[in-house]
């Protein structure tokens, strides 16, 4: 059964941008206390770039603070990424996630994640 499915990615020149979502959530967070995304380029570990908690308190990742986005529909199952001024750096796998706390982070294995989504940004 497929949890959650990013989608939105794709290609864009320096200071584009896009749009990510992702669907799954149905309305909850699978048990744990935190949502939202996460990056992974190749070669490098996998960043946190934007989570929401259970009181939608959302924090940025300091590498896209102010252009990046995080959102989410009015009924909970569906996560947004609102990318802006986007950067050669930013080019990587983007993954949606539940975990169990936005301060701490998880592990791969304690959260719930979907397949990602490529994005690449050309200069």
């Known amino acids: 059964q497929v949890q959650l499915q990013e989608s939105g990615g794709g290609s864009v020149q320096a200071g584009g941008s896009l749009r990510l979502s992702c669907v799954g959530f149905?309305?909850?967070?699978?048990?744990?206390?935190?949502r939202g995304w996460f990056r992974q380029a190749p070669g490098k570990e996998r960043e946190g770039i934007a989570l929401?908690?259970?009181?939608?308190?959302?924090a940025y990742g300091e590498s896209v603070k102010g252009r990046f986005t995080l959102s989410e529909d009015d009924t909970k199952n569906t996560l947004y990424l609102q990318m802006n001024s986007l950067k050669p750096e930013d080019s990587a796998v983007y993954y949606c996630s539940a975990g169990p706390t936005c301060e701490e982070g998880w592990a791969p294995d304690e959260g719930v994640w979907g397949q990602g989504t490529q994005v690449t940004v050309s200069s």
């Open positions: 149905k309305g909850h967070t699978f048990g744990r206390d935190c």
């Open positions: 929401i908690d259970t009181d939608d308190y959302v």
